[in-house]
């Protein structure tokens, strides 16, 4: 017989739900840390799953995922941090570098914590690199990371209380129905934020040039 993909990872799910569920906001902040570093989880579903066992402790359980979210989210960071500069400093030279990761930090916490709030398609680990490409600060990368998260799971966990679990489905078949208009919006919004991170970094009002017209320049002379 032969087991669809779906399947599988309904069963892996529920397995790890019945593996973490007893150790309650530990587990969840685990599966978090999962999710952010290395395996995708579906963390939302867990979240709530936690929050329908249990909804008396919603607020420790979200800022338990949220917290294991930014735990995780330092990898893809760290990555970025170690590899993207090498990359970045064989195309422009260190002074440019500075400027240009000078200019990003002043942007640097919405810039993180707006994709973080934002659910799945969302690419959150993008972000986490590019915001280690720039240097940014780890305390500020870390809390971005920590109340985006932190905002995204307590608003499913308030809905999950107010209205219980089955809105969370119904949401869920809703947004399936219509996958392509969400996927729109979804691409619509990051195409947006990028380009608002882009003139931040890259403003040519301020009279800088971009790191290609330098290029051009110093070869010209």
Same mark, same amino acid.
Not at 80 to 99: D, M, P, S, V, W
């Given at each position: 017989?032969?087991?669809s993909p779906a399947s599988?990872?309904?069963?892996?799910?529920?397995a790890?739900m019945?593996?973490l569920?007893?150790?309650?906001a530990?587990?969840i902040?685990?599966?978090?840390i999962?999710?952010?570093a290395?395996?995708p989880?579906?963390i939302d579903?867990m979240?709530?799953?936690?929050?329908?066992?249990?909804?008396?402790?919603f607020?420790l359980?979200?800022f338990?995922?949220a *917290?294991?979210s930014?735990i995780?989210?330092? %990898?893809p960071?760290y990555l970025?941090?170690?590899?993207g500069?090498l990359f /970045? @400093?064989?195309?422009?030279?260190?002074?440019r570098?500075?400027?240009?990761r000078?200019r990003?930090?002043?942007?640097?916490f919405?810039a993180i914590?707006?994709p973080a709030?934002?659910?799945?398609?969302?690419?959150?680990k993008l972000?986490?690199?590019a915001?280690?490409?720039f240097e940014?600060?780890t305390?500020?990368?870390?809390?971005?990371?920590l109340?985006g998260k932190?905002?995204r799971?307590?608003?499913?966990?308030?809905?999950?209380i107010l209205y219980g679990?089955?809105i969370?489905a119904? *949401?869920?078949v809703a947004?399936?129905e219509? %996958?392509?208009y969400?996927?729109?919006?979804a691409?619509?919004?990051?195409? /947006? @934020?990028a380009?608002?991170v882009t003139r931040?970094?890259f403003?040519?009002r301020?009279?800088?040039s971009?790191?290609?017209e330098?290029?051009?320049?110093?070869?010209s002379?």
């Amino acid at each position: 017989m032969k087991i669809s993909p779906a399947s599988l990872i309904h069963k892996w799910n529920a397995a790890m739900m019945a593996a973490l569920l007893p150790y309650g906001a530990w587990g969840i902040g685990a599966l978090a840390i999962m999710d952010s570093a290395a395996i995708p989880v579906p963390i939302d579903a867990m979240v709530i799953e936690f929050v329908v066992h249990d909804h008396s402790r919603f607020v420790l359980y979200c800022f338990m995922a949220a *917290l294991g979210s930014a735990i995780g989210s330092l %990898l893809p960071f760290y990555l970025g941090r170690a590899g993207g500069e090498l990359f /970045l @400093l064989k195309r422009i030279n260190r002074k440019r570098y500075e400027q240009l990761r000078d200019r990003f930090e002043r942007q640097e916490f919405l810039a993180i914590m707006i994709p973080a709030m934002m659910p799945p398609p969302m690419p959150v680990k993008l972000f986490e690199f590019a915001a280690g490409v720039f240097e940014m600060r780890t305390i500020s990368f870390f809390g971005a990371i920590l109340l985006g998260k932190f905002i995204r799971f307590m608003t499913w966990a308030v809905i999950t209380i107010l209205y219980g679990p089955t809105i969370v489905a119904t *949401l869920s078949v809703a947004i399936k129905e219509h %996958l392509g208009y969400v996927l729109a919006i979804a691409f619509a919004l990051i195409v /947006l @934020l990028a380009i608002w991170v882009t003139r931040m970094i890259f403003d040519r009002r301020k009279g800088e040039s971009l790191p290609v017209e330098d290029e051009a320049g110093s070869t010209s002379e």
